[in-house]
Nanobody
Framework: QVQLVESGGGLVQAGGSLRLSCSAS????????MGWFRQGPGKEREFVGT????????SYADSVKGRFTISRDNAKNTVYLQMSSLKPEDTAVYFC????????????????WGQGTQVTVSS
């Protein structure tokens, strides 16, 4: 399985922006559909967004649509999550995940996970 490492989390005021990065360990990164998920305090882990292998197809949760953007750079084995207009309810640990399967918003479809990065949005 591919090893994933997230970075870029931190503390930001409401209305601010952050960009998360997720770096993969192997050169076949372009063979993976990538996803971002998050888990807020006392909540279940939930889907944020996903991106196809070539970066053309993207899908987002309704709660982040229009505010978050996923992108990837296959030459750098990295996927990004640009977050704007952040709200206190976006506070969570953010995880990237990888699957060799079809593009999906289901946690169970992703077999490789990073350790997560904390994002805290203050009001």
């Amino acid at each position: 399985q591919v090893q994933l490492v997230e970075s870029g989390g931190g503390l930001v005021q409401a209305g601010g922006s952050l960009r998360l990065s997720c770096s993969a360990s192997e050169g076949s990164f372009s063979n993976y559909v990538m996803g971002w998920f998050r888990q807020g305090p006392g909540k279940e882990r939930e889907f944020v967004g996903t991106i196809s292998r070539n970066g053309i197809i993207k899908s987002y949760a309704d709660s982040v649509k229009g505010r978050f953007t996923i992108s990837r750079d296959n030459a750098k084995n990295t996927v990004y999550l640009q977050m704007s207009s952040l709200k206190p309810e976006d506070t969570a640990v953010y995880f990237c995940a990888a699957t060799r399967g079809l593009i999906s918003d289901r946690l169970a479809d992703f077999g490789s996970w990073g350790q997560g990065t904390q994002v805290t949005v203050s009001s």
